[in-house]
């Protein structure tokens, strides 16, 4: 059984910063791709942020590059997802996801948590 549970979402300021965290168990953690995914009320999901397992290539959707950070621990089976200079655009529901193989870009991850919320209040 894998499980996947995210965790350091809250209320922040704009302006202000902010660290999720995810752990994934039953999974040999560092053969997994793993993604910071979200969605916006009345909005689709959208790939934020995306990490490989081995060599740890991330990747960014434009609007975040710069200000967030993707990063992972494999001998505590967690990644973090630093945040900088939030804006209110970026208050969503925040979901990280893992999958072994494949485009770390591409949607198509197969294990996810149940969700952190992140608002941000101009």
Not at 46 to 66: D, N, P
Not at 84 to 103: F, H, M, R, S, T
């Amino acid at each position: 059984q894998v499980y996947v549970v995210e965790s350091g979402g809250r209320r922040v300021q704009a302006g202000a910063s902010l660290e999720l965290s995810c752990s994934a168990s039953g999974v040999r953690f560092k053969d997994y791709h793993m993604a910071w995914f979200r969605q916006a009320p009345g909005k689709e999901r959208e790939l934020v942020a995306a990490i490989s397992g081995y060599t740890g290539l991330t990747f960014y959707v434009e609007s975040v590059k710069g200000r967030f950070t993707f990063s992972r621990d494999n001998p505590k089976n967690t990644v973090y997802l630093r945040m900088n200079d939030l804006k209110p655009e970026d208050a969503a529901v925040y979901y990280c996801a893992a999958k072994i193989g494949g485009d770390i870009s591409a949607a198509d991850y197969e294990y996810w948590g149940q969700g952190t919320e992140v608002t941000v209040s101009s």
